[in-house]
């Protein structure tokens, strides 16, 4: 078959039943502000650690929501804590709390 340079992408559907969804419940318990987040990805775009690395705040709450949770660990160590994110939350997300029951939440599931 002809090499055009690119490939189909693997599916990707993700079956609610199979996923680990602990982290999520937890974080949930902790911060129920989560549920307000529209998206938007303000957060991403003026995160300090984003500017220095591939870190996205927004998509580990994405990961989390989806119980996506395996690369969670590495990804939130990249977090420097300066809480700017949640300065420009346009739902008024509380971001610190939440990134830190993250990480009570990694330390007590794993
Ligand atoms: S800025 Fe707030 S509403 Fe927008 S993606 Fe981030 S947490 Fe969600
Ligand atoms: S608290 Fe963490 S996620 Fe929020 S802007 Fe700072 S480095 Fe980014």
Redesign the pocket.
């Known amino acids: 078959m002809k090499d055009f340079g690119y490939s189909v992408l693997k599916d990707e559907t993700i079956d609610y039943d199979r996923q680990d969804m602990r982290i999520a419940k937890y974080v949930l318990l902790q911060e129920p502000s989560i549920q307000l987040c529209i998206g938007c990805g303000s957060?991403s775009g003026?995160?300090?650690?984003?500017h220095f690395t591939e870190?996205n705040?927004r998509r580990v709450h994405t990961l989390i929501r989806r119980g996506e949770t395996r690369l969670l660990k590495k990804e939130i160590q990249k977090?420097?804590?300066?809480?700017?994110?949640?300065l420009v939350c346009p739902r008024g997300v509380n971001?610190?709390n939440l990134?830190l029951s993250i990480n009570k939440a990694i330390e007590q599931i794993g």
């Open positions: 957060c003026t995160c300090a650690a984003g870190f705040i977090c420097m804590f300066c809480g700017k994110c949640q971001l610190r990134i």
